[in-house]
């Protein structure tokens, strides 16, 4: 929205009249409809892809991290020792009474029974007796190419249909947390995007009054993220992208609502133009040239900020970059060639019952004015006390952002990741109660054979550590328990001394520790060993579940401290080019990163004192970092570019007034529709997400209705023209301003 209406005279109007006669009519009416043909086909072809996104999308966070990472490097060397091939899943038995060799017996039947409906190929290991004589556990290794939550599930209820009901089974284990994963991000073909899209829908009723203006607008979002659903879909195909359930749920609230913001903002201008333009391809073309510019400013600033994830060590972040970089440029590209070709092609018809009237001389009248309307009386309230409106806002927000010491987010444990009921969670509760906390999970230490006594000595030294084993060559069991003295067969009597399996001149112990392998003291136990370790037995790597997850919480936390300042440079930067100022760059992105503090101190008080949330993730403040800055600048970009425009002919001042007057309604429209979309993230039960939800949907409120509405108009128009410094328009009021301040005083004065 750069571009002003034009200075209106009825003499002008049959010129542009002739100049729309001059294109030819079959021009007019071909190219929309082969704009219109070209983006349904390409819907046509992309919209099977919503159900094929698990076939090249993974959960797996080793696969996310950095190649240096030890849990990456143990992550590969592991196929050597173990079946790669497998996953574990941890069935625990929990009994009310000590459990008897009848029912362990029992146990081991219907685990061999439970492989068979559950398509376990590999054999489950034998039940082993917790010291309490409570509980029993057995591991069932799961084929990773099987359908896991279908395979978890189906071997949880043959269990159960086996068993009186006086015994408990769970299914826990990296199995059973990927299910729950799995069936978590299951929602988000269906029930995020029905959520997200009736949202919007009931929005853009609301703001247009009109059934069919909607549809287009909608139909231009979906067919924009189908366009880059497919892009992405291939992309990941051809392992030149790497897609996950995260990724994807934000790639499509993205779309949606950016391209709806789009079209808002091109919709907007289009009635305008049509109200002072008979002709609906002049208003079309003037649309297009109006909205162009600020759109491909807002888009390039969102994909210059989501392209700086690709400095990221987590593959995750680093991957979202230019996955939701593709969504942001199909957003565009729907908005500024579908939209305005089902506009051209409907005219006035597409706002019906309220279609726009061709009545410049009422236009001009109220371009002059601009004393009507809601956004005017802003306006002027913002005129009469610019600077205690910035003031009282700031402080306001300062206070806000004083919650941002209580954020917690340094890493939550896995089986906390899944909101709502969990049968891993639980599993993994009982598992701690009667066993060692890392059952099943155990550290896995790859270390040089020569530095095998040593690295055994530190991790039975450890009080963290209950056991330790170590993969043999000639074992049914394939480990063998390693004691002070030595090593302990762990199979049946009579079975030859066991031997080391060495591969490569490595072995491989494995770590079981006494806390649960998700918490914060197994992490912290992890770092101790490292460190240890990295003295006693320098050649040894420590890997696991438990590593992994330390891993990518250093990760994130590198991340975000190197990309968060890139981000402000770059846009700053870009801002300067738009803006043609320095000034103005800067307030917008200091006010900017005003409004990210105050969401982000505001959610922490939410998510501890409201929500009860466990904690969060490193990479939280991130991602809400990166949308709020590179979405709320948008509002900013869409205000100042207008004030801009309208300084070049009336002064700063008065340029600040009318831009408000005239942006308020759209921006307003456009930031209800995006944080309704991201607030749609929280239908996936996925702590994450719903942290996400809360942060953008807050945040871009906070920026659409106070920074946008308040605190930057205050803000420029109490400094004036020298926030336009350096460029001309900084030396200029203009006698336009002089003009606008006496009718000012007169109208008070008659008033």
């Known amino acids: 929205m750069t571009n002003g209406s034009p200075h209106l005279s009825t003499a002008a109007q049959p010129d542009k009249s002739t100049r729309a006669r001059q294109v030819p009519t079959w021009l007019r009416v071909v190219l929309p409809t082969v704009l219109i043909v070209v983006w349904f086909t390409i819907a046509g072809i992309g919209g099977p892809y919503f159900g094929k996104v698990s076939e090249v999308s993974s959960n797996d966070q080793t696969t996310y991290l950095p190649q240096s990472a030890e849990a990456t490097q143990v992550q590969k060397l592991l196929g050597e020792f173990n079946d790669s091939d497998q996953i574990p899943a941890i069935v625990v038995f929990v009994a009310e009474t000590p459990l008897t060799d009848a029912d362990m017996d029992q146990f081991a039947d219907v685990l061999r029974s439970a492989e068979q409906a559950a398509a376990v190929t590999a054999q489950s290991s034998p039940p082993l007796l917790s010291d309490d004589g409570l509980a029993a556990q057995a591991f069932v290794p799961i084929d990773l190419g099987a359908d896991i939550e279908v395979a978890v599930t189906a071997l949880g209820n043959e269990l159960r249909s086996q068993l009186p009901d006086t015994v408990e089974v769970y299914v826990t284990g990296p199995a059973g947390l990927t299910a729950d994963l799995t069936a978590a991000f299951a929602g988000i073909d269906g029930l995020l995007l029905g959520v997200a899209l009736l949202a919007v829908f009931i929005i853009l009723i609301l703001v247009y009054r009109s059934f069919l203006l909607p549809i287009a607008v909608l139909i231009t979002s979906m067919f924009a993220l189908c366009a880059a659903l497919l892009t992405v879909w291939w992309l990941a195909k051809w392992e030149v992208l790497l897609l996950n359930g995260q990724t994807q749920g934000i790639l499509f609230i993205l779309v949606i609502g950016a391209a709806t913001d789009y079209s808002l903002l091109f919709v907007a201008r289009y009635r305008e133009e049509l109200r002072i333009n008979q002709s609906k391809w002049i208003a079309t073309s003037k649309a297009i040239r109006g909205s162009i510019e600020p759109i491909l400013a807002s888009g390039g600033t969102v994909i210059a900020g989501l392209l700086c994830l690709l400095l990221s060590d987590l593959r995750s972040n680093s991957a979202l970059g230019p996955v939701a970089s593709i969504g942001i440029v199909f957003a565009i590209l729907s908005a500024l060639t579908l939209l305005p070709a089902i506009l051209l092609i409907f005219g006035r018809a597409a706002f019906w019952p309220r279609k726009p009237r061709y009545e410049p001389v009422q236009v001009q009248t109220e371009q002059s004015s601009r004393r009507h309307g809601l956004w005017a009386r802003i306006a002027r309230l913002v005129e009469r006390k610019p600077r205690h409106i910035w003031l009282i806002t700031t402080l306001v927000l300062l206070a806000g952002m004083a919650g941002v010491t209580q954020l917690n987010a340094v890493g939550v444990p896995q089986s906390d990741l899944v909101l709502g009921s969990s049968e891993a969670r639980d599993g ?66 009579g079975e030859p001394e066991p031997q080391p399996k060495v591969i490569a001149g490595q072995v491989l112990l494995q770590a079981t520790l006494t806390q649960a392998p998700d918490s914060d003291a197994a992490a912290e136990t992890i770092v101790d060993l490292r460190e240890e370790l990295s003295t006693t037995a320098p050649g040894a790597l420590v890997g696991g579940v438990t590593a992994t997850a330390v891993d990518t919480n250093q990760a994130a936390i590198h991340d975000r401290n190197l990309i968060i300042p890139i981000v402000l440079v770059v846009i700053t930067l870009i801002l300067m080019l738009l803006l043609r100022a320095v000034i103005a760059p800067v307030l917008l992105i200091l006010t900017t990163v005003l409004s990210f503090g105050t969401a982000m101190g505001i959610s922490a008080w939410m998510f ?38 309208e300084s070049m002919k009336h002064g700063t001042r008065q340029g600040v007034l009318r831009g408000l007057s005239i942006t308020g309604g759209v921006i307003t429209s456009a930031g209800l529709v995006l944080a309704a979309t991201f607030a749609a993230l929280a239908v996936v039960p996925i702590l994450f997400l719903a942290q996400l939800a809360f942060i953008v949907a807050f945040g871009v409120l906070l920026d659409t209705f106070v920074v946008r509405t308040a605190l930057v108009p205050a803000l420029v128009y109490d400094i004036g023209a020298r926030v336009w410094w350096p460029s001309k328009l900084a030396k200029t009021s203009g006698p336009s301003v002089v003009a606008h301040q006496h009718d000012t005083e007169t109208v008070r004065r008659q008033s």
């Open 608 to 645: 501890n004192g409201v929500f009860n949330f466990p904690g969060a993730e490193p990479a939280v403040p991130l991602y809400g970092f990166i949308f709020l800055v590179a979405l709320g600048i948008d509002y900013n970009i869409f205000l100042m570019t207008r004030v801009r425009e």
């Open 428 to 493: 993994q509760v009982a598992l701690g109660k009667h066993f060692p906390g890392g059952s099943g999970s155990p550290a896995q230490v790859i270390v040089p054979e020569d530095e095998m006594t040593a690295a055994a000595s530190v991790l039975l030294s450890n009080d963290a550590v209950a056991d330790v084993s170590i993969a043999v060559t000639n074992s049914q069991s394939g480990t063998a328990l390693v004691l002070p003295d030595g090593i302990k067969s762990a199979g049946p009597p």
